[in-house]
């Protein structure tokens, strides 16, 4: 029983690791290497339906170069786009805090300057 049992676990482990070798062959854009060809296993046969060969169109291909052309000459120069680190803004957003709070502070001030002046 154990012996049939790790013959089985062996044949699904071999049989595995072709389907693996098929779809990396596959996405590789070779043929993929079959034992028999003429009589596919229909976990195969599904596969090769599901993954069929995708072509990009030829303005997505043309939009790529561009891209990519733009980003090679930029790092040629030494530039490069990074976002923003998230410390950053914790440190814009707290500076116009301390603005805005600076401005009204300014403006009660001059308001109570003026009231107490007007009195006066």
Known sequence: MMAHTQKAARRAWYRARDLLVCLVHRLQGAEPLSRNSESPDPLESAMRIALRPVVPSS???????????F???GRMLGLSVENPKPFRQGIILGVSAGLLAAAIATLVVVFRWRLSNSEG
């Open 59 to 69: 303005s997505f291909r043309e939009a790529l170069r561009r891209n990519l052309s």
């Open 71 to 73: 980003a090679t000459q």
